[in-house]
Nanobody, 121 residues
């Protein structure tokens, strides 16, 4: 079970931090990714962190503004989102699975429920 939290309403240029927590198990050996789905659009890859906690990948649209990190003690993966833009508005999902599948197939073994991020202009 994955649970995503931290969404909300923020003005353009602001920041939010999302959290994805695993209950009942650890993330290991899975990578964890964040994805988003805007109204009328398909779910898209945002970022992922390898199970080793070192390798990360970002979509071009968020690179330099978003940062993914992992706290193994808390069994939580975070998405720090800075310099938010109205086009970042979407429901954000976390997923756990194979690193390459997360990145290239938007595929996960486990999904959390979404958390809504709304960025006002």
């Amino acid at each position: 079970q994955l649970q995503a939290s931290g969404g909300g309403l923020v003005q353009a240029g602001g920041s939010l931090r999302l959290a994805c927590t695993a209950s009942g198990r650890t993330f290991s050996p899975y990578a964890v990714g964040w994805f988003r789905q805007a109204p009328g659009k398909e779910r898209e890859f945002v970022t992922a962190i390898h199970w080793n906690g070192v390798s990360t990948r970002y979509a071009d649209s968020v690179r330099g503004r978003f940062t993914i990190s992992r706290d193994t003690a808390k069994n939580t993966v975070y998405l720090q989102m800075n310099s938010l833009k109205p086009e970042d508005t979407a429901v954000y999902y976390c997923g756990a699975g194979d690193y390459a599948s997360l990145i290239y197939k938007v595929g996960a073994n486990y999904w959390g429920q979404g958390t809504l991020v709304t960025v006002s202009s």
